[in-house]
């Protein structure tokens, strides 16, 4: 247990709904990064925030958005889904956001099915 | 442009030694991390990589080659719950995986 929890864990939706994925990193880690894997992607960096601001963006659609709140969880929000949107949806955390800091805690991971 | 570029699948024999190789062409440099991921789990940490050498840890170890933009990862003495998929990963301002590694481990 890497103390990263997401929810759901599955989630199975329509196309063009909306849907909201919810990570709470370890306690004391301040960084909270999110990826997408798909099978023949491999794992894609969507973003990363530090301390409730954004640090870097990835390949992330413009229908895809995060934040960071003041608790330091974050929730990433995917509107108009697509079927090719159907991935597992990671969170990791870390402590810093820096060289200092390289390890990154990787949630277990959401199942988004688009159907 | 990014690129990272790993051996698709590899097959080793449980108790031999196995080499995965990892190239990579980024924009910038802060480090390089290698993962494990068992399948339908999340990634693990294995080990980072910021200056050229060898890092061992246990079993695993890394290597980097930042004048050759190369890595690789050894796995001794390997065991069948070495199964997974490896994957390396290269910090510039963000973090770019390659695909991974699939490695089986034959009894």
Redesign the interface.
Known sequence: D?GVTQTPKHLITATGQRVTLRCSPRSGDLSV?W?QQSLD?????LI?YYNGEER???NILERFSAQQFPDLHSELNLSSLELGDSALY?CASSVGSG?SS????????TRLTVT | GQNIDQPTEMTATEGAIVQINCTYQTSGF??L?WYQQHAG?????LS?N?LDGLEEKGRFSSFLSRSKGYSYLLLKELQMKDSASY?C?V?D????????TRLHILP
């Open positions: 890497s990064y990826y992607q491999g794992l894609q960096f990363h870097a963006k990835g990671f060289e390289y390890e990154q805690y990787f949630g277990p991971g | 802060n480090g991390f789990e999340a990634p693990t940490f980072y910021v994957l990963a910090r301002d963000k973090i770019i995986f390659g695909k991974g």
